[in-house]
């Protein structure tokens, strides 16, 4: 491992707390499961700083996401923004917007477009679930990190996940995503009919992560060819010793009794890297220890 000074990592310019950026819509549109609009960052018009957010008598969800938001500073990630209840309530309404428009995407081998999709899914995302997030980067980190914390409403919908998760990894570590741009632009108007819209073609891996964790993947998306990409989350272009134009992703996810906690990284090939692996424990193991 690295040392503290070393550990300065690179963050995205846009800045977090500016504009607050789910879990899931970093995934859907780093998928170009969706239409997004220009950057993954959606601004849902509330973040706050962490420490100033949370009572001494706050709820378990709450304390938690702190805690780990405080070990992610320890790691340098000091720019820091936690979500309010009316982003939160907007990411769920976003998720199931996306969940019920999946045209223009089509994903070979074919039998992937499930576990794909079903990966677009974090824990702020359940309906009645008490929820905290908290996204965190640094001046030398170009990506974003996130902590989310949620009382356990529906265990079967996180089992569902981790399943997905499985399935993604045995059976589709590698697939095509071919992604009409109308799509990718978020359009719904005629343009998404249009026969002579272009498309985008990606390749996209996900393997297993070394991480500690009850669930832990890792994937990338990159341009077919080598083609340079929409700059998502900034970092692609700017990875050291990436492909360019490439995303990569690392996601924990962590269930106790009665609360589900994740964390991940979302930027350049840095992230799938054993400092990261190792920092996205730490948070994970903060939070789950403070519930």
Known sequence: ??????????SAPSGVG??????????????????????TQTDHGGATDPSSSVADDGRPDQQAAASAANRAGSFGFTNQAAATQEAIVESRDEARRRQSNTTGTTVEPADCASPLTAIDWSPILMPDAEASRVDFGSETFAGTGTVEVASLEDA????????????????????SLTVADSSVQGSSSSASSDSSSSSSVYDVTARASEADADSALVWTRTPAGG???????????????????QTTVQVLMDQT??????VSFIGGSEVAGEEFTTMAEEILATAVDAL
Do not use: F, I
């Open 18 to 39: 500016k504009d607050v950026l789910t879990v899931g819509a970093a995934l859907a549109c780093a998928l170009a499961l969706a239409g997004c609009s220009d950057g």
């Open 1 to 10: 491992m690295t040392t503290r000074s070393d550990r300065q990592l690179r």
């Open 257 to 262: 009794d009665d609360y589900v906690v994740m």
């Open 156 to 175: 079967e919908v996180v089992r569902d996940h981790m399943r997905s998760v499985d399935q993604l990894v045995a059976e589709c570590p590698e697939l």
């Open 227 to 245: 083609q340079s990409g929409g700059a998502e989350n900034g970092a692609e272009d700017e990875a050291e010793g990436g492909n360019e134009g």
